[in-house]
Structure formats: structure tokens, C-alpha cells
């Protein structure tokens, strides 16, 4: 089974831009989480989609969205870049919402704000 | 508020030798527990849970609600489990909520 897969794993982008992530989750998952790591902040918890509604939201600006398809595939998008916002974000899927179930982590996509 | 507290950044030992890796947490209801962990160049991936009471690679953690802890303990280190190690916590929103992690460096 494929594992989870985020693209691109690069991104240059500067200051006042916008960005698209993508995140294809395990076939069969229908819930994908999305975080954020920095070496300051650590790892910390963006969203969580489940069945297109988001049922989780963690403390990030509204410049940060997300969405998530009928094929359980999601995408993440931050506007107005701010050179803060340079970090490792990962998308993770599980088969459901909630509960223990075990989530299963992607490569990550790497932005950079100049 | 829902935290999690790793207080070590580095911890080095020798091949052989225990090692404990300290994760506490600060929930007021009934949380679950996981250990995660990156190995170079690897994903992040789940070592353990607490529900599951299980012993993965050598691992294993018990929870202690009195002390609110659960770490992580392994009694003789292997090279290959050098790694980071991440702690994290889901509440009631499901959440999870991660440590700054803890790095761990066994040498020969």
C-alpha cells in the first residue's frame, strides 16, 4: 500500500505570495491532518479534515485554509506569506477521525519565504 | 490547557546502557498517549500508545496519571534507536498535540 504523499517536497516563495500544498493520503484513509514544524515551535497541529469538513482547527491565522476533495486528497493553502511561515509542513492520514486511531505521516513539504 | 512537556533536547548515552526519555503532560480529563519518532532521512512514525501496552523495538512507557508522565524507557540502548523521539497527546478535540521532542543519540 502506497504510503502517504505530499508535493511538491520543495517550495521557494517570497514574501506576500500565496502557496498550494497537496496531500495524498493512504488509499482507504478519509482523515487528513495537517502541521506545521519549525525548529522554534516544534510540531503543531494546523487542521484536520474528515469526509471535506473540517473537524479540527488549531491556533494559526486565517491566512492558513484548507480543504479536502471528494477522494479524501487534501490541500493546504497559506496566503499573504509572511517569512515566518518558512517551516516543514506535514500532512498525516488516518483512516478515520478521532479516537487512537494511528496516524501515518508524509515526507513533508519544505517552504521557504524569502 | 492541553501541553506536553519533553525537557530533555539531547540525550546521549552508550550502546548498552538504559535510557528514559521523559515525556509529562498537562490534560484534565482522560488523555491518550503516543510516542512518535523520526529516524534520519525517515518519516515521522508511531512507536507506541498507551492503550496498546505494548512493547515495540525494546520500548515501552507507562502512563502515570498521578505524576501525569509517560515515558519512555528501553533497558539497553541500541545504535540504530538513535533518533528523535516526539511525545504527544490527544484530548477530548482529538488533537494531537506534540512535545518539542527529545534527541536521542546512542554511541558505541
Known amino acids: 500500500k502506497a504510503g502517504v504523499t505530499q508535493t511538491p517536497r520543495y517550495l521557494i516563495k517570497t514574501r506576500g505570495q500565496q502557496v498550494t500544498l497537496s496531500c495524498s493520503p493512504i488509499s482507504g484513509h478519509r482523515s487528513v491532518s495537517w502541521y506545521q514544524q519549525t525548529p522554534g515551535q516544534g510540531l503543531q497541529f494546523l487542521f484536520e479534515?474528515?469526509?471535506?469538513?473540517?473537524?479540527n482547527k488549531g491556533n494559526f491565522p486565517g491566512r492558513f485554509s484548507g480543504r479536502q476533495f471528494s477522494n479524501s486528497r487534501s490541500e493546504m493553502n497559506v496566503s499573504t506569506l509572511e517569512l515566518g511561515d518558512s517551516a516543514l509542513y506535514l500532512c498525516?492520514?488516518?483512516?478515520?477521525?478521532?479516537?487512537?486511531?494511528?496516524?501515518?505521516f508524509g515526507p513533508g513539504t519544505r517552504l521557504t519565504v524569502l | 490547557a492541553q501541553r506536553v512537556t519533553q525537557p530533555e533536547k539531547l540525550l546521549s548515552v552508550f550502546k548498552g546502557a538504559p535510557v528514559e526519555l521523559k515525556c509529562n503532560y498537562s490534560?484534565?480529563?482522560?488523555?491518550?498517549l503516543f510516542w512518535y519518532v523520526q529516524y534520519s532521512r525517515q518519516r515521522l512514525q508511531l512507536l507506541l500508545r498507551?492503550?496498546s501496552r505494548e512493547s515495540i523495538k525494546g520500548f515501552t512507557a507507562d502512563l502515570n496519571k498521578g505524576e501525569t508522565s509517560f515515558h519512555l524507557k528501553k533497558p539497553f540502548a541500541q545504535e540504530e534507536d538513535s533518533a528523535m523521539y516526539y511525545c504527544a497527546l490527544k484530548g477530548s478535540s482529538y488533537k494531537l498535540i506534540f512535545g518539542s521532542g527529545t534527541r536521542l543519540l546512542v554511541r558505541p
Open positions: 490534560y484534565s480529563g482522560s488523555p491518550e
Open positions: 479534515y474528515f469526509s471535506e469538513t473540517q473537524r
Open positions: 498507551h492503550i
Open positions: 498525516a492520514s488516518s483512516l478515520t477521525s478521532g479516537s487512537s486511531n494511528e496516524q501515518f
